[in-house]
């Protein structure tokens, strides 16, 4: 599975989202489902899924799927 | 009712818009002839001013979740007939298929605003933002006791897992910010540290028991920074703040949720709380009709939590009557839990747990948007679990004990 793909189901699986969701244009609290609190799911999953540690400077950055790719590559994770 | 003193300021942090004399009138306007608001509480000037708007008219208020349907629940109470002293309708034991309302009498809400006010030292040079939804009684009891000492209330929506609440924090030099348990689990992750908000001076703490290891960790971060952290404790039915522990006493108290409110007294009857002051609750409603009965409660609320006074009156809570959890705050009735769905339920720090029997991953993930929609409540509270077979007790009932070891 390709980096993209495993950030996409981290966000689907952190946010409920039914497999097939499209995820690429999500941004905070436009989707009713990603609020504070699956923010927290969500930072945890995408922790887990790529073994990073992520500082709280990008913890409360990450307001977008775009963000969180850009954040990623910053602890050496090329997602494409 | 007004709780409104004349220099207390609510700012919107997003928009910057500011609440004035004129938006309270021009609600005030629109509401002539109203008997009963049904107001879903969003966390905007606009909302606030309905609400002050109506409480000034003596209109009581509905306050509901501006994010769920509460078609049915408008259907069940709309009603032209209400008692005189009601001010205000607030939803408890959270389930959107059952809803009941807690009936507070404007003496009540008054009585807390000044009791919170009072022991938490509010003034008018603090500065409040909003962390919790205004709609729920903790949300509710922040803004009540700032607009009364004429505080400011800044709404922010983000939340404190944003850049843009943080931001607004250093904005608008905010002294005071109100929090849940999970909350403190969220601060924790964000590695929070008080100092880097020069203008903080208070955090306060209820919706729930937190873990004795983070009130003392957090205590010790508002210390170092020369704040202070109260612990509370509170229920909807008392408007809702019962008791408050003071700063200076939380680590020789450590576990305690403090005294109760100035003017009331606490006493344990066949070991439930049970509490006595001027902020009790009229009584419950759960019809239209109820909403024209007077005081059920005479100013007694036997709480259902289970606890024990020290000898200096500290008290410290040990348990439930009935089996309830919360979730985020939010107090569930596990029973009715039960009732409505093929699981068996048990309660955890701030999450639901429960226990399914022989169904699939999908069966579990669908069961789990399933309860929490019925809840009202957010889905990663709530925990499925597949097992084989319940563990039972000899008497052939469900083993409670067994399951709670099991998580």
Same mark, same amino acid.
């Given at each position: 599975m390709t980096e993209l793909q495993r950030l996409r189901d981290a966000f689907r699986t952190a946010l409920d989202l039914p497999a097939d969701a499209p995820v690429d244009d999500l941004r905070y609290q436009d989707?009713?489902?990603?609020d504070s609190l699956a923010h927290m799911s969500l930072v945890a999953t995408i922790e887990d899924e790529f073994a990073v540690m992520i500082d709280t400077d990008d913890v409360i950055n990450m307001s977008s799927f775009t963000e969180a790719v850009r954040i990623l590559g910053k602890y050496g994770v090329d997602v494409k | 009712m007004n709780l409104l003193h004349p220099d207390a300021r609510v700012i919107d942090a997003g928009t910057g818009e500011e609440l004035t004399a004129e938006l309270i009138d021009a609600a005030a306007a629109a509401l002539a002839g109203e008997r009963l608001l049904f107001l879903p509480m969003s966390s905007t000037v606009g909302s606030v001013a309905r609400y002050l708007a109506a409480l000034r008219l003596d209109v009581p208020v509905v306050l509901l979740d501006p994010d769920a349907d509460h078609t049915e629940l408008i259907a069940r109470y709309t009603t032209d007939e209400v008692h005189p002293d009601l001010a205000l309708l607030l939803t408890t034991s959270g389930s959107t298929g059952n809803p009941k309302l807690v009936r507070l009498s404007r003496a009540a809400v008054l009585a807390n605003a000044e009791q919170v006010a009072e022991s938490l030292g509010v003034t008018g040079d603090d500065v409040a933002i909003t962390t919790l939804p205004l709609f729920y009684s903790y949300g509710m009891s922040v803004l009540h006791s700032h607009l009364l000492r004429g505080a400011t209330v800044v709404l922010e929506r983000t939340g404190i897992m944003q850049r843009d609440f943080w931001a607004a924090v250093n904005e608008h030099r905010v002294t005071s910010m109100a929090f849940v348990p999970y909350q403190f689990e969220m601060l924790r992750r964000l590695r929070f540290d008080p100092a880097t908000y020069p203008s903080l001076r208070t955090i306060t703490q209820a919706g729930g028991r937190l873990r004795t290891d983070l009130v003392a960790e957090f205590a010790a971060r508002m210390d170092a920074a020369g704040g202070r952290m109260f612990v509370m404790y509170g229920q909807t039915e008392a408007a809702p703040r019962m008791a408050t522990l003071p700063p200076e006493q939380i680590t020789a108290k450590l576990g305690s949720v403090g005294l109760p409110m100035p003017g009331a007294t606490f006493t344990i009857e066949d070991d439930e709380v049970v509490y006595r002051g001027p902020n009790v609750m009229m009584g419950y409603a759960e019809? $239209? $009709?109820?909403?024209?009965?007077?005081?059920?409660?005479g100013g007694v609320l036997r709480t259902g939590d289970l606890g024990r006074l020290d000898d200096e009156g500290f008290l410290f809570l040990t348990g439930r009557l009935k089996r309830m959890g919360k979730v985020f705050g939010v107090r569930i009735n596990l029973d009715d839990v039960e009732r409505e769905f093929p699981v068996t339920a048990v309660a955890g720090d701030d999450k639901l747990h429960v226990f399914a029997e022989g169904i699939g991953a999908d069966e579990a993930r669908a069961l789990r948007t399933k309860i929490a929609e019925w809840l009202g409540s957010h889905f990663t509270g709530i925990d499925v679990r597949v097992i084989e077979a319940l563990p039972l007790l000899p008497n052939g009932k469900t083993d409670y004990r067994a399951l709670e070891a099991s998580l």
């Open positions: 989707n009713e489902k990603w | 019809t $239209a $009709a109820d909403l024209v009965k007077g005081d059920e409660q």
